[in-house]
């Protein structure tokens, strides 16, 4: 998933940043306000993990400046205050969870996983589609029963593909699910990561929609 990271805090921004990224994730870093709202205006992302205290603007003007757009990017809101206000005030705004600092990495990652979950209508955990079967949370694969080993960024564009398996998904698309502005992108990075998926999963399970980009399904 590609994923938006609005923290101040150097140290703890770059403790989430890596600890995300081993997981799997693109992430993209903002240290303020101003700059997260632009790049909400022109990024698709999968989720906004957003600090209250940032140092040009109050994290709830922020979130309600983003409700406000339509955008139905989910937020789950990353913050040190821990009063009752402060969270019924965060979810009345539109976030769609408030997690208080210092907690673990791992309850971080199980919340992510919950909130993209519900958004994609997915509440069960598990994808599948024609034997192919993918475990978000444990990063596990099924091809036919067989358990598959993947590389973090061959799970991820199965799991995009998976999750719209009769949707064509360009190219574009992957690389901005994989890879965030500080990541230098090869040119034939996903045909890479595409060569080797159908190497293990078999040839025809992706299909190639040229000009297009790729899909798991025929199309609708």
């Known amino acids: 998933m590609r994923l938006l990271l609005v923290e101040d805090d150097e140290m703890i921004g770059a403790a989430l940043r890596r600890g995300l990224?081993?997981?799997g994730h693109s992430v993209d870093w903002c240290r303020e306000a101003r700059s997260a709202d632009a790049a909400l205006a022109v990024e698709p992302y999968d989720l906004?993990?957003?600090?209250l205290g940032l140092p040009d603007q109050d994290g709830f003007t922020l979130l309600s400046a983003i409700r406000k757009t339509k955008n139905p990017t989910p937020v789950i809101i990353?913050?040190?205050?821990?009063a009752v206000s402060d969270r019924v005030r965060g979810l009345d705004l539109g976030a769609d969870d408030y997690l208080v600092k210092p907690?673990?990495?791992d309850e971080l990652a199980a919340r992510i996983r919950a909130v993209v979950r519900r958004r994609a209508g997915n509440a069960g955990g598990r994808l599948s589609h024609q034997g192919l079967e993918l475990d978000p949370a444990t990063h596990e694969v099924w091809c036919d029963g067989q358990p598959v080993s993947l590389s973090a960024?061959?799970?991820n564009i199965l799991q995009t593909l998976i999750e719209r398996p009769h949707a064509v998904t360009s190219r574009t698309q992957l690389e901005e699910r994989l890879y965030?502005?500080?990541e230098e992108v090869a040119s034939n990075a996903i045909e890479v990561h595409i060569h080797n998926l159908r190497r293990k999963l078999g040839e025809q399970r992706i299909r190639t929609v040229r000009g297009l980009g790729y899909s798991l399904g025929e199309l609708r």
């Open 153 to 155: 960024r061959e799970f």
């Open 21 to 23: 990224q081993q997981q």
């Open 78 to 82: 990353s913050t040190a205050r821990d």
């Open 180 to 182: 965030g502005w500080e």
């Open 48 to 51: 906004v993990l957003l600090d």
């Open 103 to 105: 907690y673990d990495f």
